[in-house]
């Protein structure tokens, strides 16, 4: 007899090997399969599961069936105790060698594997927030957004020191240092609350459902990274008046509002510190040694030598579980209860790695005390079960800190995708991140292709690849015509990852009409109205309407079918609702046909994509195009996807 075709041994993105898929919560089963050629005699199979810093626990895994008269199968089941990161291989004895099964590769278990499996495990009473399921986020800069003139007879909000207002809303911000070398991001351009408000109609035609602030509390530069006063609105974005409106109308229209929460640090220009004075000339804990202030910060050389974030004076770092600080942000009716009960439906943490335990374990009470649907998301640049910060693993999402994060992760892979075909990269980030996070986290994560922080995307999809250029050559080497059509194409695409695999889509404001730019200040341009990308904005309300007409999006799990260099296939299913969803990706400079050997009930819905289906059989997709085909889900049904590498010509 031929030996068989060597399989994964384990392989722990599927269900076969692994159920259920994912992170479990504490106490629930997880059932551990692996599959063996007949040919290998299994004498000893044990699942080794830690920790890390204790004791391994055993559990042996007993022979279960023969597959085919090829493979043997042994399973065990597995029950956690304990809440947070677990890791695992299996020891195996074969033909009197022992050995060890460990991850290959992404998630594939072999005798020659090296890396250890994960299991996240998380509080079972961990409660979803239900309402941000299925919706699409939209990020605003706030001074860069939309401004609100007054009418006549209202008074224009004075100009505070040290600011300067652009007259020309076309302007490129500024950013060459000053006289002694320093960039003061001290220019404006008026955007406000007010002028958001006046927008809401047009993020409603988005589908917006959702709007992430950044900071909009009383600060001295225009980012409002250096809060002055975490109590008031700056006074150049309006008042608490103009906030509580925002918010009743957005709520008319479906849409919440969700605050830029920054507690790592506060400006050296603030209430708090009041390094220069502006807030009086013996007031605050740089002025005052006996200030209800002086604690907060960590003086090493009083006053001129304190703690900082990243070295920046401007920023000093806070002592977060300073009781009074702590009292101040998350005690009842403190900073964050005060916003919520205006109107907020919750927080974005900045530089949540920076903030201790105790502290996010303080703050994730004070919100849920007003609601357990207010949300906290948290700025993590890596996968956020395995970040460690300061010596400490960090316990974001295993219960009572973070709701989810900010999903840097699938921003890079998706990228890295679209322009440099990274096919293996997208899958095994994809279904690594959903492997490890904890499905209510990953049922609502900030999936973003642009943020303040990072280039936008259509420039790094189509412009010079990033280096250690300035900011003198970011700002002259825009995309050539050629580059900006070519980026339009890439930017499809990414848009449709974005908004149909697993997560939120967060569409950074301007993106869905074209903007561009390097890092900040020319991330940070204002919002193109009149200029935007006409064809762009079309296609982003297109995606909003397909993902807001199928249920399955807002919580159907993912299955990968083919993802090549050229195409990207994949399926969502939810199998409470019997709905699954079939996308269809080409990003090739060809048109590509794919076979559905099953019959599709609901076919293709002419009105959302360019595609055409013949006989319910075939899908063709142009170049730099989809499709998303609606089925019936029968609970042991696949959909048998085929795909044909045959170039078709279009009419």
Known sequence: MTNPAPLPIYDSFKKEYKHPFGAVKRLQSCVFTLRFPTYMQVERLILAMFRPGHKEKYAPLEYCSNEDGLYNLYTCTYTPQDLGLHQYYFIVTTGGTPGFIKRAGASEGRLDGTELFQLTVYDENTKPVEWLKGGIMYQIFPDRFYKHIPENSEKTPPLPAGRTMHTDWRKIPDWRPNADGIVTNSDYFGGNLRGIEDKLDYLYSLGVTCIYLNPIFEAHENHRYNTANYEKIDILLGSEA??????????????????????????????????????????????????????????????????????????????????????????EDGVLQKWLKLGASGWRLDVVDELPDEFIDSLNRAVKAVGDDKVIYGEVWEDATTKEAYGVRRRYLTGGQLD??????????????????????????????????????????????????????????????????????????????????????????????????????????????????????????????????????????????????????????????????????????????????????????????????SVIKDGINADFTRAVEIDGKNVYVSPYDYAVVKYELCELDKVDIEFREDILIYE
């Open 242 to 331: 103009d906030f509580v409106s925002l918010c009743e109308k957005a709520k008319r229209l479906g849409i919440a509002i969700i605050l830029d929460g920054v507690f790592s640090h506060t400006g050296a220009d603030s209430v708090y510190f009041n390094k220069y004075g502006r807030y009086g000339a013996n007031t605050g804990a740089f002025r005052d040694p006996t200030s209800p202030y002086r604690n907060w910060y960590n003086f090493i050389h009083y006053p001129n030598v304190y703690e900082s974030w990243w070295g920046f004076e401007s920023l000093p770092n806070v002592n977060e579980n300073d009781p009074n600080f702590t009292e101040f942000i998350c005690g």
């Open 404 to 597: 989810s994060v900010m999903n840097y992760p699938f921003k890079e892979c998706i990228l890295r995708y679209v322009r440099h075909s990274d096919a293996d990269g997208l899958r095994d980030s994809v279904m690594g991140i959903l492997e490890r996070y904890p499905k209510p986290s990953a049922d609502i994560l900030m999936n973003f292709l642009s943020t303040h922080d990072i280039e936008r995307a259509l420039t790094r999809l189509a412009g010079k690849e990033i280096g250690t250029h300035d900011r003198g050559w970011q700002e002259q080497n825009v995309l050539s015509d050629a580059e900006y059509i070519y980026g339009i194409a890439l930017m499809k695409c990414a848009m449709v990852l974005q908004f149909f695999l697993p997560g939120i889509p967060c569409i950074y404001y301007g993106d869905e009409a074209g903007a561009e730019g390097y890092k900040d200040p020319f991330n940070r341009r204002t919002y193109p109205w009149g200029r935007e990308n006409t064809d762009l904005l079309k296609f982003t309300r297109e995606l909003a309407s397909i993902r807001k007409g199928c249920q399955v999006f807002a919580e159907g799990e993912l299955e990968f079918v083919k993802v090549t260099s050229d195409v990207c296939v994949f399926l969502r299913k939810d199998y409470a609702l019997k709905q699954g969803v079939a996308v269809f990706l080409n990003k090739s400079k060809s048109p590509k046909r794919f076979s559905l050997k």
